[in-house]
């Protein structure tokens, strides 16, 4: 029996090997930047749920929820493993936001527009449409379930009236159309208003159809749906600059598809080995470079990053550029090479800079340095000394994402207790804010929060030993041009944006 290089064969390959440790550094210190990112500057527009059916229940707190958010069909006690939030995504103009769960749905939010009576209420979002993607599937050839589960979602831009987005689970990818509809014919000549077929024989009139308003629906329709192409698990999508293909990797293998063929893609990256007992390493992510359709990097469990041209050879089995930092040997310890790996690689708006992150730092690397990234941001560094508990709970293999906002200024990740981290590239300052329903009263302000790692704790310190490892932010988003930003702590989506906004 060959194990695929699914996350638990992975997980079986990497426990047997080796790698650094090292002692943890002092708690972060404040953020206070021009960015819109400054100490307790951000506030809470609206929380919601991500709903197995679209019904509005008014919050727990006796106060108008049209003001403040909103929050769906159950309460956070009756959470399931299908509730909970798989990705966070805005769309090019940062007017809607789309959510995928376990449960194969995904919830799109319109952003509130702006009135002269209510200018506060600018930031908040409002359920816009929700459909189900993905079902359960069950692949009998190799007797295996192939889970609901949107792993990835990636919006195309708007060229007319209506929305496309991309959503994947582990092994088909499906486009969606999203549009509007006001108005509906009437007066068929064919057709009954039920919409029954008449008999040709009982129409002796013409009639012309006529367009009557009805109250705006907002319909979801796969217009494409790509599949068989992958044999192991989907970890990423990516629209091209050229907005006429994309690609979808797996653990081994990466795919470029054209969005008008659905039965066929070409294979770009291949690392696997004719023997799969020699795997050492599998695909983490990858994205096209924001403005070159040729270019796309891709990471590896292995820490490494490589920039690949597809005008090179058709099939990028060869680099063009090699992104690793150096490993002091005298710091390799067992679990070295599992906090290495990078489960997020993002470009920068600008396409100078890559972002990568691993289990315990963010790194940005410059496209034209690659032996070492000019910068790195300790995201839980108190951790090291947990890794043991942590690889026992398998929290140790958790995917946390990374964000850039608007300018590449600023960058945010998460971490375990619901707490996410922002990092002030310009300042080197560096801030923790938490998602938490305990705070989540009407545009609380955040306050900013310290882990203490050993010593005297202060009263607004929470200990390392206290952290909370099953309230985990490992997705968010950051509006394209805006201080807003979508945090999803397991099934609740919190959207905060700056006070100064």
């Known amino acids: 029996m060959v194990l695929q290089p699914s996350e638990r064969y992975y997980r079986g390959w990497n426990h047997r090997r ?137 919006w195309l831009p708007q060229q007319n009236a209506a929305y496309f987005l991309l959503s994947t689970n582990d092994k088909t990818v499906k486009l969606w159309k999203v549009s509007e509809r006001d108005k509906r014919p009437e007066g068929y000549n064919l057709k009954d208003e039920e919409g029954r077929l008449r008999d040709p024989a009982t129409i002796t009139t013409l009639r012309v159809p006529v367009l009557r308003p009805m109250d705006l629906m907002v319909e979801a329709t796969p217009r494409r749906v790509f599949a068989n192409a992958h044999t192991y698990h989907i970890n990423s999508i990516s629209v091209n600059s050229d907005y006429e293909t994309y690609m979808s990797a797996d653990d081994l293998r990466i795919n470029l598809w054209n969005f008008e063929i659905t039965n066929q893609s070409f294979n770009i990256v291949d690392i696997k080995p004719a023997n799969m007992e020699e795997l050492t390493e599998v695909i983490t992510a990858a994205e096209f470079h924001p403005h070159h359709c040729n270019t796309f990097v891709y990471s590896s469990s292995k820490g490494t990053i490589r920039l690949c041209d597809m005008r090179a050879s058709a099939l990028c089995d060869r680099h063009t550029k090699f992104f690793e930092e150096p490993e002091d040997p005298s710091n390799r310890s ?18 100078r800079y890559i972002m990568t992150r691993d289990y315990l730092t963010v790194k940005v690397w410059d496209l034209n340095m690659e032996n070492r990234p000019i910068e790195t941001y300790q995201v839980h560094d108190y951790l090291r000394s ?9 929290c140790i293999f958790d995917k946390f994402e990374c964000v850039w906002n608007g300018s590449d200024s600023v960058i945010m990740t998460g971490s375990y207790n619901n707490f996410f981290r922002m990092f002030d590239r310009n300042t080197k300052r560096d801030v923790t804010l938490e998602a938490s329903r305990e705070n989540s009263k009407p545009r609380a302000i955040l306050k900013p929060r310290k882990v203490c790692v050993g010593g005297k704790r202060r009263k607004d310190e929470i200990s390392v030993d206290s952290l909370d490892f099953s309230k985990k932010i490992l997705h968010t988003a950051w509006h394209p041009s805006e201080n807003i930003i979508a945090v999803a702590a397991t099934n609740n989506l919190y959207i905060f944006q700056d006070k100064v906004n």
């Not at 006690?77 to 798989?86: F, L, N, R, V």
């Not at 947990?386 to 398998?394: Q, V």
Request: aromatic fraction near 10%.
């Open 18 to 154: 080796l790698g650094p440790w090292c002692s943890p550094t002092g708690s972060p210190a404040p953020l206070s930047c021009e960015t819109g990112c400054g100490e307790g500057s951000w506030i809470l527009v609206c929380r919601l749920l991500v709903p197995t059916q679209v019904s509005l229940l008014s919050m727990e707190e006796d106060i108008d929820t049209r003001k403040i958010n909103n929050s769906f069909l159950r309460d956070h006690s009756y959470a399931t493993e299908a509730d909970i939030i798989s990705t966070v995504e805005f769309n090019h103009t940062g007017e809607l936001l789309a959510t995928g769960d376990k449960g194969g749905r995904v919830v799109i939010f319109q952003r509130e527009q702006e009135s002269k009576n209510q200018v506060h209420r600018r930031g908040e979002y409002n359920v816009y449409s929700t459909f189900q993607s993905h079902e359960p599937e069950f692949d009998y050839l190799k007797s295996l379930e192939i889970e609901e589960k949107i792993n990835k979602i990636r």
């Open 334 to 351: 067992f679990f070295s090479e599992i906090i290495s790996s990078i489960s997020d690689v993002k470009f920068s708006h600008s396409g």
């Open 386 to 394: 947990k890794l043991c508990s942590l690889y026992e709970n398998d």
